[in-house]
Structure formats: C-alpha cells, structure tokens
C-alpha cells in the first residue's frame, strides 16, 4: 500500500515561501494521480493543486500564479513550493493520492500523507 510522508511546513512571515516535500514510498508515483490539500481551522479541505487524468495541473483560484506543483517520478517526490504567501494561506497542508488506471485518476482520492502545518504570520 503506498505511503506518503510530508516534510517542509514551518512558520514563515507574510510574503515569504515554503517548499513542501512529499516522499511517496510503497508503490511507483507514476501510477497515480497526485496532488496538495489543505484545510485551515473551521474550514472545509481544499484542494490546492492536483492532477487531472491528462496530466495537467489544476489550482484552487487563490494560489494559482503563487503555487507551484511538481514531481521528480525519479525521486517518487511531489512538491508544492509556495511563494508570497499570506496569512490565509496557514493551514495543515496534505498530499494525497489516487490510483491512475487506464487514463482515468481514481477519485476521491484514497490515499493521504500526513500533514504538515504552515503558518504565516509577522
């Protein structure tokens, strides 16, 4: 069963950035469809950056331009490195999984590593 182990989160000051790391382990990244969640006290989870069956990225309106997602399928490693961000941005922030099969990503997504908090604050 593939595992996910999250790094990179901290405190950080408005403006600043952060790079998460996810180190997938169990089984190849490349065989399933990735991407970053959060969810922010009394907020519901929201989808930061994630890949759709053709492999393109799609990000929550308030990050897209901030954000960015990547991998290294070398590294089975999924990243999100944030820029500029801002106190709304504070969040426990998760990596997540779902299995790619025949071009179709398998949804909701059934795997998640644990998270990691970011929060930006002066």
């Known amino acids: 069963q593939v595992q996910m182990v999250v790094s990179g989160g901290g405190l950080v000051q408005p403006g600043g950035s952060l790079r998460l790391s996810c180190v997938v382990s169990g089984g190849l990244m490349s065989s399933y469809c990735m991407a970053w969640w959060r969810q922010a006290p009394g907020k519901e989870q929201e989808a930061v950056g994630e890949?759709?069956?053709?492999?393109?990225?799609n990000y929550a309106g308030s990050v897209k331009g901030r954000f960015t997602v990547s991998k290294d399928n070398d590294k089975n490693t999924l990243f999100l490195d944030m820029n500029r961000l801002q106190p709304e941005d504070s969040a426990i922030y998760y990596c997540?999984?779902?299995?790619?099969?025949?071009?179709?990503?398998?949804?909701?997504?059934?795997?998640w590593g644990q998270g990691t908090q970011v929060t930006v604050s002066s």
């Open positions: 997540a999984a779902g299995r790619f099969i025949s071009g179709y990503c398998y949804r909701p997504f059934a795997y």
């Open positions: 890949f759709d069956d053709r492999g393109n990225i």
